[in-house]
């Protein structure tokens, strides 16, 4: 398409646009018709910096639409991997972090036996701590709710 149709068309649909916001602001009041006379003057404005022409030849060409495809799924596949990689390294830190809490209560317990170990690892009830290597701070929130007999 020519520059010439594109800023005809443009213009056109401005001229349009400008006519119905009058319109609209007699009726509805001065605020709403000058909203609809700022989106009235996008066209011609997207027109003259060549916004529309860019657009124009989005709409009609078959590769460009194809290449948005392929960068289409190049996001997809790279937010994929990145899921991929994340459930990975939070199994591998997980299994870590299990078997560090298990050798450190072995250490601790000495010739304590398994069942034993568990329950070793749990605060009496009423007492901030919980389990080994819980958050301090998430401790002292359940103390609090526990006090105010919320659980």
Excluded: C, H
């Excluded at 213009?11 to 009726?27: H, M």
């Excluded at 027109?47 to 030849?57: I, K, N, P, S």
């Excluded at 392929?70 to 990975?88: E, Q």
């Excluded at 034993?116 to 819980?134: D, H, I, N």
Aim: aromatic share 4%; proline share 3%; glycine share 20%.
């Amino acid at each position: 398409m020519s520059d010439a149709a594109i800023f005809a068309i443009s213009l056109g649909v401005t001229l349009v646009g400008l006519v119905i916001s009058y319109g609209v602001a007699r009726r509805r009041g001065v605020a709403t018709g000058v909203r609809g006379a700022a989106l009235s003057l996008v066209p011609v404005g997207a027109a003259m910096t060549g916004v529309t022409e860019f657009l124009v030849d989005l709409a009609f060409s078959p590769v460009k639409w194809a290449g948005v495809g392929v960068m289409g799924l190049a996001v997809v596949l790279y937010l994929t991997s990145g899921a991929m990689l994340s459930r990975r390294a939070g199994a591998a830190g997980g299994g870590r972090k299990a078997a560090g809490a298990g050798d450190a209560a072995a250490g601790r317990g000495g010739g304590v036996s398994g069942g034993k170990r568990a329950a070793a690892g749990k605060a009496p009830k009423g007492e901030v701590g919980g389990a080994q290597g819980a958050d301090p701070e998430m401790a002292e929130i359940e103390q609090i709710l526990r006090n105010r007999g919320i659980s």
